[in-house]
């Protein structure tokens, strides 16, 4: 079965600074990854997905992810933070031929400070 | 707008009690999922259905059952509501056009505290 990690659970950053959170998964197979961002008071929304191809994927906000398959990980980054982005963001696995729903992580709990 | 609407957005309930949360999607889609989200743990995969009357169990079933017997209405059912069902009950959605449910929409959730 497949699982996720994210290591930083709570992460606090002055506006402007950049922003690098981690999450690796453990599936031996092909998985499509995605990040899920949750602001305060709002629905769970996609920030940004990986299926196949190039492993730098860009999502909205400025935001992009890194897929690097030997180190089964997929980690999120921007290289300015807004005080808008203070939110929750989960990484989230789909394991091809495995079952059909996601298995989410933990969740990073960021806090941009103005 | 389409939408995955929740029934209660808090539930206050009693130890022993029989709890039902419902959630309903306006958009004709096939898969749908219950999670229960708790700080720390982030979302957990409760039960998820990918027709009407089928289910199939997620990560943590025990203590729960669905009911799927239309297709836009997904109902989670705690039989024997418990202390530790205390928490966020997100419904979501999948066209079966997406397998790979990046087009998961969520609804607001549950917020379900047991006494």
């Known amino acids: 079965a497949q699982s996720v990690s994210q290591h930083n659970h709570h992460v606090i950053l002055s506006e402007a600074a950049s922003l690098e959170l981690g999450c690796n998964y453990s599936y031996g197979g092909t998985v499509n990854l995605f990040w899920y961002v949750q602001y305060p008071g709002q629905h769970l929304q996609l920030l940004l997905k990986y299926f196949s191809g190039d492993p730098l994927v860009k999502g909205i906000k400025g935001f992009e992810a890194e897929f690097i398959k030997s180190k089964f990980s997929f980690n999120l980054r921007k290289p300015s933070v807004q005080w808008s982005d203070t939110a929750e963001y989960f990484c989230?696995?789909?394991?091809?031929?495995?079952?059909?729903?996601?298995?989410f992580g933990s969740g990073t709990r960021l806090q941009v400070q103005p | 707008d389409v939408k995955v609407t929740q029934s209660s957005r808090y539930l206050v309930k009693r130890t022993g009690e029989k709890v039902f949360l419902e959630c309903v999607q306006d958009m004709d889609h096939e898969n749908m999922f219950w999670y229960r989200q708790d700080p720390g743990l982030g979302l957990r995969l409760i039960y998820f259905?990918?027709?009407?009357?089928?289910?199939e169990k997620g990560d943590i079933p025990e203590g729960y059952s669905v009911s799927r017997e239309k297709k836009e209405r997904f109902s989670l059912i705690l039989e024997s509501a418990s202390t530790n069902q205390t928490s966020m009950y997100l419904c979501?959605?999948?066209?079966?056009?997406?397998?790979?449910?990046?087009?998961?929409?969520f609804g607001s959730g549950t917020q379900l505290s047991v006494l």
């Open positions: 979501a959605s999948s066209s079966l056009l997406t397998p790979t449910n990046e087009k998961l929409l």
């Open positions: 989230a696995v789909n394991a091809l031929g495995g079952r059909r729903a996601l298995t």
């Open positions: 259905s990918y027709d009407v009357k089928m289910k």
